[in-house]
């Protein structure tokens, strides 16, 4: 295979990774995957398995002898393996912590060895508590105690940055961070916590939408594909290295509008309930009031913004709901 034309996606067979892996064999790309299916699904790229150009190896990005393998075929990795999801990140606060750190360090210390172009995902939690509004990538972090565990997430994902601007700062590893603001569309999966796959499966069943909280909270949720299309104008950029991004939407919905949204809609007849965070998540849960992201630096790098809104997610999501093409 030809090294350039190479790429490497850790944790290809997720949510985000499967739409990067479609848009880069549709690039003429030769795409490898490694996904270890803790949160990712094997239907997520069953169908790629036909193509040539397509290979998937289920197994950790924790095993150096692979990824070396992987990493001196590949020019350039898509690092996006990771402990996902609120909940999840609650449930297993070892293997979170683990799998974020550990595995950036490898894919960054074999990077440095084998020259590749690295693109990290990092994320919008890195900004904690802050109350600013837009966040800007050199903006102050305002993070909570470590005795919450919600925070351990963002200081792995916080200290993956470190290291990656290190590497830059040292040798001129070509890398990009992006912090990923709040990204849905179709194969994302609402037991991980994910709101907007949950309230649209709740919509169309006839049940109860379940805000936590008071859902006067907002996000600004960016389509799937838009956020593909972000990483790969970063990879292809030289201007991106050694710098972070922030990639969302601007157009900020709160929980309780959504859930209005989702059943206006999909002309659902379920009603809109509140619990609290304590029910949904244990004991001392923080949420963020607002979390929107200022795109100025990435619209100036590479001209990127979104191009699809709420709605073309919302209909996207239900439309997979509908087709059943929700596997596995
Ligand atoms: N979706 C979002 O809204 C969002 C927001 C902020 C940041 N991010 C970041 O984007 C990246 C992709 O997230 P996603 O939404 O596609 O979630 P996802 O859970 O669908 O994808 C993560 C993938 O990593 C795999 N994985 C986990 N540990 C692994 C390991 N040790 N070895 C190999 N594979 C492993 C999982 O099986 C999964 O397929 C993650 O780094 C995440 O932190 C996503």
């Known amino acids: 295979m030809d090294r350039d034309n190479h790429v490497l996606i850790t944790g290809g067979a997720g949510f985000i990774g499967s739409h990067l892996a479609r848009a880069l064999l549709a690039a003429d790309k030769q795409v490898s995957v490694i996904d270890n299916l803790s949160t990712g699904l094997h239907s997520n790229v069953a169908d790629l398995e036909a193509n040539p150009d397509f290979r998937l190896y289920v197994d950790t990005i924790q095993d150096v002898s692979l990824m070396q393998k992987l990493m001196m075929e590949c020019g350039t990795v898509y690092h996006l393996a990771s402990a996902v999801g609120v909940r999840l990140i609650m449930e297993q606060p070892v293997a979170t912590i683990d799998t974020i750190y550990q595995g950036t360090e490898v894919v960054l210390r074999l990077a440095r060895r084998y020259r590749n172009r690295v693109l990290i995902t990092s994320t919008s939690e890195v900004y904690g508590k802050s109350t600013k509004v837009p966040y800007c990538e050199d903006d102050d972090r305002v993070e909570g105690p470590t005795t919450k565990h919600r925070w351990a997430y963002a200081c792995a994902k916080a200290l993956d940055e470190f290291l990656a601007l290190a590497h830059w700062k040292e040798t001129r590893l070509p890398v990009a961070i992006v912090r990923l603001f709040n990204t849905v569309g179709p194969r994302q999966r609402g037991q991980y916590g994910m709101v907007v796959p949950r309230f649209v499966e709740q919509a169309l069943a006839g049940d109860d939408l379940i805000v936590h909280g008071d859902g006067t909270q907002s996000r600004c949720f960016c389509h ?72 100025e630096r990435i619209r100036l790098a590479v001209g990127w913004s979104p191009t699809l809104s709420i709605n073309d997610v919302i209909d996207d999501v239900a439309a997979e709901f509908r087709d059943g093409r929700l596997g596995d």
């Not at 601007?250 to 949204?261: D, H, N, P, V, Y």
């Open 224 to 295: 799937v594909y838009d956020v593909v299309q972000a990483l790969i104008m970063l990879v292809n950029s030289s201007t991106a290295w050694g710098q972070i991004f922030n990639v969302g939407s601007t157009e900020e919905i709160s929980i309780r509008g959504l859930a209005e949204l989702i059943v206006q809609r999909l002309e659902s007849p379920s009603q809109i309930r509140t619990i609290p965070y304590s029910e949904a998540y244990g004991e001392g849960f923080e949420d963020m009031q607002r979390r929107i992201p200022s795109i």
